[in-house]
């Protein structure tokens, strides 16, 4: 073996070393962190995994200096080591993102799609090997040539990377890993000679360029114009970027500790408050209404279940009529517009730019102050307005909570006042700070008589194909609409969303363009109702159940396993997610590394229903994203599990959603309607800290049952059944 060579196999093994013992901190650094700090655990975990494998990438390139000819080109051995250990540092951690992605695709391509270029690993190995071979090599040459000659290093390392990444893929297919992945020992032993032979490959093409530069060198010296080395100012502008990242980096973590610090001290107690004239509501003798009930009444809860009135669903993207700029958004316009005392408003997510989704309810708000303005006779004791935002986390900026600051704009810009203490008008905005990473609840409660629960956020995705903006996707969803006592349990789980926001705080009434320099986030709010939004007001005969959840409180989880282990007939579930655990993902590689402990608490009492006799259908999203490939791999496993129990494959039919797909609802035995945000996936149903919030509506209300099963019917004729790859039916019948 030539010595070269053997540097840098030996360089490789080293590192790969490194990053394994550096690995088996992670146990002891989460075992110094209390087990209730689950976000401070995660973070830490995450880190000191990404710490350890840039390390390891760091010392493989530290020791493969040796094996480069960098004093021919004018490096000084000295800073050979730093130099080579830092190229290789930010290649290795930095394309770790782009990996899983691009894992993803692959995946996605198994489907199908992109003419199944991707359909097996071959190819997408080689890709994320190229990769790792470019960034690599071109860091290398701003770190050690001059910029003329970058194109040398960087297109070396692409070539020899792609061709290592090409062979190990060519030998996955020989050997079948399927079977080496079973195990850890195999799967680290994969990976590592992966690394191996992909560093191998990129180190021997460097090696090749440097020294036909080198060559290059000599004969311009011998012609009295001598090869000069990256400079100074050279390499400080990539240490100045570099340091930039770190920077980004910093602020990011900077974020994460805001949010950490900004969170209640002890999160578990729900504030419930019993609202004057609660209904003597007689206890339910249907057995879905019961389930429900023994859950949402436990604990002393007001039961606020009776007469109830539920309107007609809520649909985004909503009908055409009467123009192409309406849509589902304008219908919660409307129910905003009516308000009398006061607006109770959350989402996750608020998109900004031109003809957003919360100009509509921008509009809705300035209208209802012009009333006010107009009459305050009839609003004797004028009108409080409070929205919080989710704390939705915008990723490209390193930054939560920025939405709360689009949301001020789109109000101030529509004409809502901050305040009109002559007409008693106050408007308060919040941002959420008490789960990470964000609250996942859209609700409207208005007057204390109406409540919202819906699964559409305020993104511009629920347009029309055709609306103005020229951004809507049709992104199909569902809101559930009560009027009556339920609504003010819909109060209650505002306030718990208040209680834990900061509320912006301005300076006087600041400019639209101008809330970022005249506003700040203040104190968390405390919640204060006007004593007329405080009376549960009967308005039909509806039974109809408000549910929530977050950290230390799982109503709407018990709510919904109760619901689904007294179902007797018939489930049908139209739901954008259908998911296993989150560890389940890694399943798109063997289908037998997603096993029972993966299964979620729902999955575990649909199959009690179907083993009970219950037949269930569900419509879900197939359309190639990365919660379709969830989708898929649960699917996959519903069905080998099905087999295992000895169940009829008739007894569960899926099928995937004609068109684009957001919604979250339910319908048991065809008489309780469940909607809202709740999905069927791992971060609505995880316990602790890291759970999102969820509220939904639950009713036995014959009119909303029969509506809903009409809309399920209509897009269940349009759906195709739901096909699974050969790679994910490992064990199915």
């Not at 990769?131 to 070396?156: K, Q």
Request: charged share 15%; net charge positive; hydrophobic share 45%.
């Amino acid at each position: 073996m030539q010595r070269p060579l053997a540097r840098l196999l030996l360089a490789a093994l080293a590192g790969l070393l490194v990053t394994g013992g550096l690995a088996l901190t992670v146990r002891p650094v989460l075992g110094l962190i209390p087990e209730h700090q689950g976000f401070l655990r995660a973070y830490a975990g995450v880190l000191v995994a990404y710490l350890a494998v840039s390390a390891g990438f760091a010392t493989i390139g530290a020791l493969s200096a040796a094996a480069l000819p960098l004093a021919a080109v004018g490096v000084s051995p000295r800073t050979g080591p730093y130099r080579v250990g830092v190229s290789l540092a930010v290649s290795g951690g930095g394309l770790v993102i782009p990996v899983l992605l691009l894992s993803v695709v692959a995946a996605v391509s198994q489907e199908g799609a992109l003419g199944g270029a991707l359909r097996n690993g071959s190819l997408i190995l080689a890709l994320c090997a190229a990769g790792y071979g470019l960034l690599s090599g071109l860091v290398l040459g701003l770190l050690t040539v001059r910029l003329r000659h970058l194109w040398r290093p960087a297109l070396a390392g692409l070539a020899g990377a792609l061709a290592a990444g090409a062979v190990c893929g060519l030998a996955l297919e020989l050997v079948n890993p399927r079977a080496v992945l079973r195990s850890a020992p195999g799967l680290v032993l994969l990976v590592s000679l992966v690394v191996l032979t992909i560093h191998l490959g990129w180190g021997l093409a460097v090696r090749g360029a440097l020294g036909r530069l080198a060559a290059l060198g000599r004969r311009k010296a011998a012609a009295g114009h001598p090869l000069h080395a990256a400079g100074r100012a050279q390499v400080a502008l990539v240490a100045t970027l570099g340091l930039s990242l770190l920077g980004s980096v910093v602020a990011f973590t900077r974020t994460l500790g805001d949010f950490v610090t900004a969170r209640p001290a002890d999160p578990t107690p729900l504030r419930v408050a019993r609202p004057l004239n609660v209904p003597g509501c007689p206890v339910p003798t249907d057995a879905l209404e019961r389930a429900v009930w023994e859950v949402s009444t436990r604990g002393r809860r007001p039961d606020l279940s009776c007469l109830n009135r539920i309107r007609p669903l809520i649909q985004l993207p909503g009908g055409a009529a009467p123009g192409p700029a309406r849509s589902g958004f304008d219908d919660v316009g409307a129910l905003v517009e009516g308000a009398r005392h006061e607006v109770l408003f959350t989402t996750m997510q608020w998109d900004g730019g031109r003809l957003n989704p919360g100009s509509t309810l921008a509009g809705a708000l300035a209208r209802l102050y012009a009333r006010v303005k107009a009459d305050p006779a009839a609003f004797p004791d004028g009108v409080r307005v409070r929205v919080t935002l989710g704390n939705y986390p915008v990723i490209s900026t390193f930054e939560w909570g920025a939405e709360v600051w689009t949301a001020l704009g789109d109000l101030l810009a529509a004409g809502v006042p901050l305040s009109d203490p002559a007409r008693e008008w106050r408007v308060e905005l919040g941002n959420y700070a008490g789960t990470f990473p964000h609250s996942h609840v859209k609700l409207v409660a208005i007057d204390g008589e109406t409540l919202l629960t819906a699964g559409f956020n305020y993104a511009y995705g629920h347009y029309p194909p055709g609306h103005p903006s020229g951004r809507g996707t049709g992104l199909y969803d569902l809101g559930l609409v009560a009027r009556g006592p339920v609504a003010q349990d819909g109060v209650n789980v505002f306030d718990d969303l208040w209680a834990r926001s900061k509320v912006v705080v301005c300076e006087g009434q600041p400019r639209p363009d101008d809330v970022r320099q005249a506003c700040r986030l203040g104190g968390l709010g405390t919640p204060r109702h006007p004593a007329a939004a405080r009376r549960a007001v009967p308005a039909g005969e509806a039974r109809a159940f408000s549910l929530y959840r977050r950290e230390g409180f799982t109503g709407a989880d018990e709510a919904t396993l109760a619901l689904l282990n007294a179902a007797t007939t018939r489930i049908d579930l139209m739901h954008v997610n259908f998911s296993m655990d989150l560890g389940c993902i890694v399943a798109v590689l063997n289908p037998s590394l997603c096993t029972d402990r993966d299964r979620l608490p729902w999955m575990t009492a649909l199959l009690g229903a179907m083993e009970r006799g219950v037949n269930v259908r569900l419509l879900t999203d197939g359309s190639g994203s990365l919660g379709s490939i969830e989708n898929r791999v649960a699917l996959a496993y519903l069905r080998r599990e099905m087999a295992r129990r000895g169940l009829p494959p008739s007894r569960f039919t899926a099928r995937w959603f004609p068109g684009p797909v957001h919604a979250k609802a339910a319908l048991i035995d065809r008489r309780m309607l469940v909607v809202g945000s709740m999905n069927l996936h791992h971060s609505s149903w995880t316990q602790g800290l890291l759970g999102l919030n969820e509220a939904v509506l639950a009713t036995s209300d014959p009119a909303g049952a029969r509506e809903f099963q009409g809309l399920f019917e209509r897009f269940w004729a349009e759906a195709e059944p739901a096909a699974l790859p050969a790679f994910l039916q490992a064990g199915a019948p």
